[in-house]
């Protein structure tokens, strides 16, 4: 099915999309990048050759194969260029103002049998697949940053999106090289809706006085291996970004999980929002830093001590945990996707479900009644956690 076409659009070029651009044409296909101006158009350019040029630098493009792949994408601040366009993902920001004035053109633009895929993390896919005449062809395709090393794209379907349209979007997905997730157009989907709230326990960690940034994220980095800990990510992800996931989780679900952590909202209102504007919980900017002081508060030195039965780790990461529970207990992800998208779109060494039946049932919710107990965490443990100790199971998968 995705053999009969190879004309591919992008509109919007940052760095999400300048990326998506180059997955296309490094898969064979002939990809139009669109921007709203020259200034854009040539940022977006240019960072689709930059990309290149250091893939060829480290041995992973020859000089031809660089060439060939900048031969099959054109350049151009008209989306009217997009009319004989096949499939167009969209990747501007995330405002539904913007969305809505891509999603309409588009609409009047395109081919009725396009199909359009919106790169939102954050936004309704149902709404945006509203703004057009064609519903059933509308899907929600979020790549991961950066687009060319990530290997995950969630396909999300909303509830007027053709069965076809969901297979050749994960078709396509499958041909650019990337491993597909389909869910639900549900808040945060997949891996934001886990990944966006561990970040922001971290961030009332750090808010409270609990322990340093350099404490936080080398415990969870040295207990289970993530690449890095959730405030660098956070910084890299955008702290703005952040802010916009856990505003929309808050949104659906009004649960005191998904409570935006003040310091957050108060870092993106100063402009502090990590890597991208040269300021978050790190500096980027070349100066040199200063280590920060331990905490050394009473609720510090408990949490450090496992006074209350757990650790800063348990404070992190059992919560993260949990969610992965509730989700798939929820019906909305298999035990399979859920660990995919932690692993592919995260960079996780191991799915969230896997640490579960790695530590057990029973240690999870012996840490989160440790932690409700102490005043850390308001929600219940996930359903699906104490129906596996009421069935005497200490493990989610059967084998």
Not at 203 to 218: G, N
Not at 237 to 254: H, I, S
Not at 263 to 291: C, H, I, N, T
Request: hydrophobic content about 45%.
């Amino acid at each position: 099915m995705v053999q009969e076409f190879d004309k591919v659009g992008v509109v919007g070029l940052g760095t999400m999309g300048a990326g998506i651009v180059e997955v296309f044409a490094r898969a064979g296909f002939r990809v139009t990048g669109v921007e709203i101006d020259d200034t854009a158009l040539g940022r977006g350019r240019a960072h689709v050759e930059k990309s290149l040029a250091k893939a060829v630098a480290k041995g992973k493009l020859t000089e031809e194969e660089q060439s060939a792949i900048l031969g099959r994408v054109t350049f151009s601040t008209e989306r009217e260029n997009l009319a004989d366009a096949d499939f167009v993902v969209e990747a501007v920001p995330e405002r539904m103002d913007i969305k809505r004035d891509v999603f309409t053109d588009l609409d009047r633009i395109c081919p009725p049998g396009t199909i359009l895929a919106t790169n939102t993390s954050s936004l309704s896919v149902t709404e945006i697949a509203a703004l057009t005449s064609r519903a059933d062809k509308v899907v929600g395709l979020h790549f991961f940053n950066p687009a060319p090393v990530m290997k995950l794209v969630e396909v999300v379907a909303t509830v007027g999106t053709a069965p076809g349209t969901i297979e050749l979007a994960g078709e396509v997905a499958k041909r650019i090289g990337k491993t597909p997730v389909t869910v639900g157009d549900r808040a945060g989907f997949v891996a934001n809706a886990l990944l966006v709230p561990y970040i922001n326990d971290a961030i009332k960690a750090y808010e409270h006085k609990i322990a340093s940034r350099e404490e936080i994220d080398t415990t969870v980095t040295k207990s289970v291996g993530l690449p890095m800990g959730p405030l660098t990510l956070a910084d890299l992800v955008g702290l703005d970004v952040c802010l916009a996931v856990m505003d929309v989780l808050w949104d659906e679900f009004r649960e005191s999980r998904y409570v935006a952590a003040p310091l957050l909202r108060r870092m993106v209102a100063a402009g502090k929002l990590g890597r991208k504007s040269g300021q978050g919980f790190y500096d980027y900017s070349g100066a040199e830093e200063p280590a920060e002081e331990v905490p050394t508060g009473p609720i510090a030195r408990a949490v450090r001590d496992g006074a209350h039965g757990f650790d800063l780790a348990d404070l992190l990461i059992v919560p993260h945990i949990d969610d992965a529970v509730r989700m798939v207990g929820e019906g909305y992800a298999t035990v399979e996707d859920a660990d995919t998208a932690m692993r592919f779109g995260c960079g996780y060494p191991k799915g969230l479900i896997e640490l579960l039946d790695e530590r057990g049932a029973d240690s999870v919710a012996d840490v989160l009644k440790s932690l409700a107990d102490a005043g850390f965490v308001q929600h219940t443990p996930a359903p699906l956690l104490a129906h596996l100790l009421r069935a005497g199971r200490t493990t989610l998968r059967t084998s």
